[in-house]
């Protein structure tokens, strides 16, 4: 599986940022943990922490072809970018949601995310532990899909000369 990691805005300051709401964890900390996750896994993985709505557009509407899974903290955009929501969901990738705090149990303009819908699922209120999570629910997620494709039945004969098996021919 080859992984981008999106970090939002002024998630860099992580360690010094209301350490009471966002912990005392470094992004550097969470990053070299996704590293050694996705080492462990197989996982080729990418990770860039942006403050710029446009580039986190381009870096999604670049993924095709590239990239089979996205795990992003949208930070601050999570509440107000159409735009970041519009390129997830003309990617396509598997994408996964994260947030280090509670975003439903914080101020009303954060409980909602614009973003979420679009994405597989959302991690939210577990400090760092909400990517390793975030990973972890893509990698099966791939998993799973990979192992659905790998067991479709490849179809035998042209479609049009193809009769249902007896058990499952419809009475009629
Ligand atoms: C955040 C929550 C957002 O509301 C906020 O703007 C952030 C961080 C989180 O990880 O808890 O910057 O995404």
Redesign the pocket.
């Known amino acids: 599986m080859r992984l981008l990691v999106i970090h939002?805005?002024?998630?860099q300051l992580l360690g010094s940022?209301q350490p009471s709401?966002?912990g005392k964890t470094d992004l550097a900390t969470i990053n070299q943990d996704l590293k050694r996750l996705a080492a462990m896994r197989g996982v080729i993985v990418t990770i860039v922490q942006s403050n710029h709505e446009g580039e986190i557009v381009e870096l999604i509407g670049k993924t095709k072809g590239r990239y089979d899974a996205l795990l992003i903290?949208?930070?601050?955009?999570?509440?107000t970018s159409i735009a970041i929501r519009d390129a997830i969901e003309a990617a396509g990738l598997l994408t996964v949601e994260?947030?280090?705090?509670?975003?439903y149990a914080?101020?009303p303009?954060?409980q909602h995310s614009l973003i979420a819908p679009v994405c597989q699922g959302q991690i939210?209120?577990f400090g760092p532990q909400?990517y390793r999570w975030g990973f972890e629910a893509l990698v099966a997620l791939w998993t799973a899909r990979s192992a659905a494709l790998t067991a479709a039945p490849r179809p035998t004969a042209a479609p049009g000369r193809r009769r249902p098996s007896t058990s499952r021919r419809r009475k009629r």
Do not use: K, Q
């Open positions: 939002g805005p002024n998630l940022r709401v966002y903290n949208p930070a601050a955009y999570t509440h994260v947030h280090l705090s509670n975003i914080r101020e303009f954060r939210s209120g909400s």
